[in-house]
């Protein structure tokens, strides 16, 4: 193995042993000893790759956005590349593939939640991490409704950015239920209620304002 390969190995291993420690002990209740055990990296080298502990919790943060970003645009393209379908089943084959990728992946959600707890604890650097991350989040599934055709061109940009806002609050409760009770919590099913709801919702949307033509 090179040493490019080996250094990037460790930065690996030091990303998911902080990911899951952040996202289940939360930012002040991890401590860098805390990772270099799990990550079997020397603290040395943690502080050289990424400077403090902030500057790690960043690190974590942009590559867990990054993943799930991909899994939203996994999950649109794939229902956008399906012929015949109608825009309800665009967007159910889409938040089917979603909930799947975010139940067996929940660290990145988790983490978020977390951080928004423990506010007093985390650095404003930390803090504009998290409200671009939400961002982005909030432009995915922007974009998640027009590709599938859910939303129309001449749907207010105001009506669409109460739906994405009011989608990821959904998420958010989401995902907090499939933590404390995971026997009874199913992303699915509770997507689908979503789901049902962004249909019925959508012919009451108020044609006023400026819109996305």
Do not use: C, N
């Given at each position: 193995?090179t040493?490019?390969?080996?250094a990037g190995?460790?930065r690996?291993r030091?990303?998911?042993?902080?990911?899951?420690l952040f996202?289940t002990?939360g930012f002040?209740g991890?401590?860098?000893?805390a990772?270099?055990?799990?990550?079997?990296?020397?603290?040395?080298?943690i502080?050289w790759?990424f400077?403090s502990?902030?500057?790690l919790l960043?690190?974590v943060?942009?590559?867990?956005?990054?993943?799930?970003?991909?899994?939203?645009?996994?999950?649109?393209?794939?229902a956008?590349?399906?012929?015949?379908?109608s825009p309800?089943?665009r967007l159910?084959?889409?938040?089917?593939?979603?909930a799947?990728?975010?139940?067996?992946?929940?660290?990145?959600?988790?983490?978020l939640l977390?951080?928004?707890?423990e506010r007093r604890d985390?650095s404003?650097?930390t803090?504009?991490v998290?409200r671009?991350?939400?961002r982005l989040?909030?432009?995915g599934?922007?974009?998640?409704?027009?590709?599938?055709?859910?939303?129309?061109?001449?749907?207010?940009?105001?009506?669409?950015?109460d739906?994405?806002?009011?989608s990821?609050?959904?998420?958010?409760?989401?995902l907090v239920?499939?933590q404390i009770?995971?026997?009874?919590?199913?992303l699915?099913?509770m997507f689908?209620?979503?789901r049902?709801?962004v249909?019925?919702?959508?012919p009451q949307?108020?044609?006023?304002?400026?819109?996305?033509?």
């Amino acid at each position: 193995m090179t040493i490019a390969a080996a250094a990037g190995d460790t930065r690996e291993r030091v990303l998911e042993a902080a990911s899951e420690l952040f996202s289940t002990r939360g930012f002040a209740g991890t401590s860098i000893s805390a990772i270099r055990d799990a990550s079997g990296a020397l603290p040395s080298s943690i502080y050289w790759e990424f400077g403090s502990k902030e500057g790690l919790l960043a690190a974590v943060l942009e590559d867990a956005a990054e993943r799930w970003l991909q899994q939203a645009r996994d999950s649109r393209q794939r229902a956008t590349d399906r012929a015949g379908l109608s825009p309800a089943e665009r967007l159910a084959e889409a938040m089917d593939h979603l909930a799947d990728a975010m139940a067996e992946r929940p660290e990145f959600h988790r983490l978020l939640l977390l951080l928004a707890l423990e506010r007093r604890d985390a650095s404003e650097a930390t803090l504009k991490v998290v409200r671009r991350v939400r961002r982005l989040a909030l432009q995915g599934l922007a974009r998640l409704y027009v590709d599938t055709g859910v939303v129309g061109p001449g749907t207010p940009r105001a009506a669409l950015d109460d739906l994405t806002r009011a989608s990821l609050a959904f998420f958010d409760g989401a995902l907090v239920a499939a933590q404390i009770d995971r026997s009874t919590a199913d992303l699915r099913r509770m997507f689908a209620l979503l789901r049902a709801g962004v249909i019925a919702a959508m012919p009451q949307v108020a044609r006023t304002g400026e819109s996305l033509e």
